[in-house]
T-cell receptor
Framework: EAGVAQSPRYKIIEKRQSVAFWCNPI?????LYWYQQILGQGPKLLIQ????????DSQLPKDRFSAERLKGVDSTLKIQPAKLEDSAVYLC???????????FGPGTRLTVL | AQSVTQPDIHITVSEGASLELRCNYS??????LFWYVQSPGQGLQLLLK??????LVQGIKGFEAEFKRSQSSFNLRKPSVHWSDAAEYFC??????????????FGTGTQLKVEL
């Protein structure tokens, strides 16, 4: 069974630029999560989708971050414009349904200069 | 709101020695509890989980954890550590949200170093 795929693995941009991350969950998983993991901290949930609907985006900085999950499969997370404090690893996870174990992708390491 | 405390930022043990990583949680109802491991450049891998039932949970790679409601703890243990266990370990509490959805709250992690 293929795991959660994310791309790119690494991205370096300058502040005020835009960036997008892509996630392909495990086939058949209805729930998809985006986390932000700042160095030295645990992952923090940004947004959660159930199929293509948003379940929880209370910690998503909506003035600069956006996410979508078209057709209930792949998802993209965008930052526009980026700030220095956005430097982090962005993790995507999926689970078969709400409340079940989450399976994590390898993450995208973003550096904002 | 739920929270997780991992009081040890770094722990060093000798290969073959026993290990215990501490985790304390705060949550108003019966929690779902997890331990994940993260190797450098990798995503998080689930070691074990507690949803209900037996309070001693067995996981992968020889790890186990014990849920103690009276102490609000979910400590991770391994009787004999291998050099390949060096990684960062995260405890997490999961909560089902009103109106649907669930939410994982992670601790800040414990970095494990294994001395040969």
């Amino acid at each position: 069974e293929a795991g959660v795929a994310q791309s790119p693995r690494y991205k370096i941009i300058e502040k005020r630029q835009s960036v997008a991350f892509w996630c392909n969950p495990i086939s058949g998983h209805a729930t998809l999560y985006w986390y932000q993991q700042i160095l030295g901290q645990g992952p923090k949930l940004l947004i959660q989708f159930q199929n293509n609907g948003v379940v929880d985006d209370s910690q998503l900085p909506k003035d600069r971050f956006s996410a979508e999950r078209l057709k209930g499969v792949d998802s993209t997370l965008k930052i526009q414009p980026a700030k220095l404090e956005d430097s982090a690893v962005y993790l995507c996870a999926s689970s078969p349904s709400l409340g079940n174990e989450q399976f994590f992708g390898p993450g995208t390491r973003l550096t904002v200069l | 709101a739920q929270s997780v405390t991992q009081p040890d930022i770094h722990i060093t043990v000798s290969e073959g020695a026993s290990l215990e990583l501490r985790c304390n949680y705060s949550y108003g109802a019966t929690p779902y509890l997890f331990w994940y491991v993260q190797s450098p450049g990798q995503g998080l891998q689930l070691l074990l989980k507690y949803f209900s039932g037996d309070t001693l949970v067995q996981g992968i790679k020889g790890f186990e954890a014990e849920f103690k409601r009276s102490q609000s703890s979910f400590n991770l243990r391994k009787p004999s550590v291998h050099w390949s266990d060096a990684a960062e370990y995260f405890c997490a509490v999961g909560a089902v949200l009103t109106g649907g959805g669930n939410k994982l709250t992670f601790g800040t992690g414990t970095q494990l170093k294994v001395e040969l």
